[in-house]
């Protein structure tokens, strides 16, 4: 018989009375892995949105004749701020799954230009978790692109293994 490790103790879990910190996380996050490597830095959160920035680099560009970013890094910054946007609005890390993302292009990002993104958690319904942003390379008015999403959040039981 194997023992079911308490949830409490397991790594990711928030401490009891301990509220996610949107700046804290974000540095965290934005200095490891994928968001490290592609130089996302955090900009600034509300209660229930986070912004995030990646400043353009040469190796991220998608057709080297245009200096026009590659949709990856793009997709990667809008998925990022969108699932901080649902912690930041729970108010503590939860583990969660990108469930369904549709990002629609508005228009080709100024070569040379950081992309900004800024996404909103507006619904929180059981497990789902209901968001929406923007990408923009410095007018918000003029998006890079949109996009909306959900996010399942799962219990630590259902990802740890015993």
Known sequence: MTDTPDPRKLPFKMPDGVQFDPERGARLFTRHGHTGFLGMEYRDHGEDWM?????????????????????GPIISLLDNTTSMSVWTKLGTFSPQVTLDLR???VRAAVPGKTIIARAECYQIRRSMAFVRGIAHDGDADD?????AGI???LSSQEWTRT
């Not at 912004?51 to 949709?71: F, H, Q």
């Open 51 to 71: 912004e995030l920035a990646m400043p353009w680099r040469e190796d991220l560009v998608g057709v080297e004749e245009t200096g026009v970013l590659a949709s």
């Open 103 to 105: 990002i629609d292009y």
């Open 143 to 147: 998006p890079v692109a949109h996009t």
């Open 151 to 153: 996010f399942m959040m």
